[in-house]
């Protein structure tokens, strides 16, 4: 079954503290992994692919296969970077269907 | 950039009544466009992908005869709530991907809260 899991709902730090939020995921293939952000009243974007392997805001991710984990890192947490995370993976079968993971509050305190 | 709109944003009616909830690509098209639900601090549920001039797919344990998708255009589809409850009672989320590319970002419309009384 292709799922993904991010085992914190809310993590909290003060600024300037490194940043880990944890995705993991069950897919039998190549998957495709993807961080999205939603901040306060906004929609959904797009933070980073981990097929583009770039740096976005500062959060990079590395996709571990061997550990099927695509952890987002940022070394120096902002305030602006609080927000609901999600980690998604797309799905087999060439749909395009992307498969969210639960979230987490990344909540960064002053 | 890719923006997709919503229509309403939000709306509130009456036990029994149908609702339809718009969603536009503005400045590219869309071959393929899918539709979530959101539950207060829960996560996104797919409920269906709509391709343009086909029938959508249905995600399990979603009523398509409830929750009727059009997709008439490259740029518009539509989600009729049928014979709306409380239960409905939600955050839609529409999103559109470019045409012809799988994996592509998918961009994420504004939402459309639905409360039913």
């Known amino acids: 079954a292709q799922r993904v899991t991010q085992p914190e709902k809310l993590l909290s730090v003060f600024k300037g503290a490194p940043v880990e939020l944890k995705c993991n995921y069950s897919?039998?293939?190549?998957?495709?992994l993807f961080w999205y952000v939603q901040y306060s009243r906004q929609r959904l974007q797009l933070l980073l692919r981990?097929?583009s392997r770039e740096s976005i805001k500062g959060f990079t991710a590395d996709l571990n296969k061997g550990e099927t984990s695509f952890h987002l890192k940022k070394p120096f947490a902002q305030e602006e970077d609080s927000a609901m995370y999600y980690c998604?993976?797309?799905?087999?079968?060439?749909?395009?269907?992307?498969?969210f993971g639960q979230g987490t509050t990344l909540q960064v305190k002053p | 950039g890719a923006v997709v709109s919503q229509h309403p944003s939000w709306v509130i009616c009456k036990s029994g009544t149908s609702v339809k909830i718009e969603c536009r690509s503005l400045?590219?098209?869309?071959?393929?466009m899918f539709w979530y639900r959101q539950f207060p601090k829960q996560s996104l549920m797919l409920m269906a992908t709509?391709?343009?001039?086909?029938?959508?797919?249905?995600e399990q344990g979603v009523e398509k005869d409830k929750f009727l998708i059009n997709h008439a255009s490259l740029t518009l589809s539509t989600l009729t709530v049928t014979s709306a409850h409380p239960e409905d009672s939600s955050f839609y989320i529409c999103?559109?991907?470019?045409?012809?590319?799988?994996?592509?970002?998918?961009?994420f419309g504004p939402g459309t809260r639905l409360l039913v009384l």
């Open positions: 400045d590219f098209q869309a071959t393929t």
């Open positions: 709509s391709n343009e001039g086909s029938k959508a797919t249905y």
């Open positions: 998604a993976l797309i799905g087999s079968g060439n749909t395009g269907k992307l498969i």
């Open positions: 981990h097929i």
């Open positions: 897919y039998s293939g190549s998957p495709e």
């Open positions: 999103s559109a991907g470019l045409a012809g590319r799988k994996g592509e970002t998918q961009y």
